[in-house]
């Protein structure tokens, strides 16, 4: 695959995608809102199904969902494609000195059956299965949301100033924990915003490990290490955190994977300690609802409609935390998450504190 016609390829996925996210999904909230005017009272997700799975305009957004983003990891100018046929030579991005020191992988590893079972966001084997999985993830990931808004931040820096804003004062040697750090972009800003913190990067997947401590190692960031453990159990010693974080692992996870997670998140943290994850929760409405979980499905993201059931403030407290709250997530500095009207994932803050 030349290499023009890889980006050019991408770039009219993404093209495609913007047109998705904002004249496709526009088009069917603007239907719905039309059709509870008619009805003269709010439309609940079974009239919604009723109302919109027949609709033409809704099958091509459910078609294009599926397609551009199997089209973008598959298709003929595919990510997937694209890296297979350079392995040898981007596999020297995983590599740096000092990369060893701060990788440590588990012999033998065994990824949990839930872990295989399904090809996460689409991509061909997960993101753990080939060499070039973390590299295939990372490209990818630079064009998962459009972006939309004004402020080409990215929102996981918005997320780790949050985080130590409403922490309360870490000790300057806090030790934070990354849980599902996958490449390294949610540890990333918390190494950057918290210098002189110990933090580790917990991951299933070897590939994703490896991108990560290069790149630290390449920023000569030293007090890191990325290791290769399940967030459920991650070798941590018990009340050895001050922080415990995650970004978009809690939808990846089983309901009972993420009760595990949340009682071994506990028992780590020092007293007083937080957790604060960042993931889809907060739903404004029967339509979001219809929407989030048609991406669920179409997406191969089996677990996040499962998680919009949960009580994950009640799990929480169930493990003994307290101060449990769930907030909405601006992404960007102009988007009112209640208001915004295109298409944009149901971010959500879940705070969370160990008793002193
Ligand atoms: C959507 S990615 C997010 C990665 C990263 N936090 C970010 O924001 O870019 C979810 C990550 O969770 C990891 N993951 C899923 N289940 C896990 C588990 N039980 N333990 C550790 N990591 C897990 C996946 O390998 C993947 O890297």
Redesign the pocket.
Known sequence: MQEQDFLAGQAFLLAMKKRWTTGLYSQLQEKCHLQAAHNGQPLQLADIRTFLEPDPDYQIFAWLERHLQKMKYSGPYGLAPYHRERTEQLSAQLTAEGAAERLELADDFEQ?A??QAVD??QQPG???SEAVSGLI?ERG?RTTTPMLGQEHRDL?DRFAELVLENVGQLPQRAAIL??????????RPFWELAPEAIITG????AP?LQLAAAEAARAGRQNILFRQ????D?GCAPESQDLVT????L???PGT?LRA?LAESFQLLKPGGWAVH?DFWLLRDAFDRFIFEGHSQRNNEPFMRALFDMDVKAEAEAVGFEAVELTAFAEDSNIDPESWPFWRFPWTVFAMQKPA
């Open positions: 949990p839930y872990y996460i966001h997960g993101v753990w993830y990931a996981h990354d849980l599902g750090c996958g490449f390294g972009k949610s540890t917990v991951d299933l997947a994703c453990a399940d967030a459920r991650t995650s970004t978009m692992l939808h990846e996870m994977g997670m960042l």
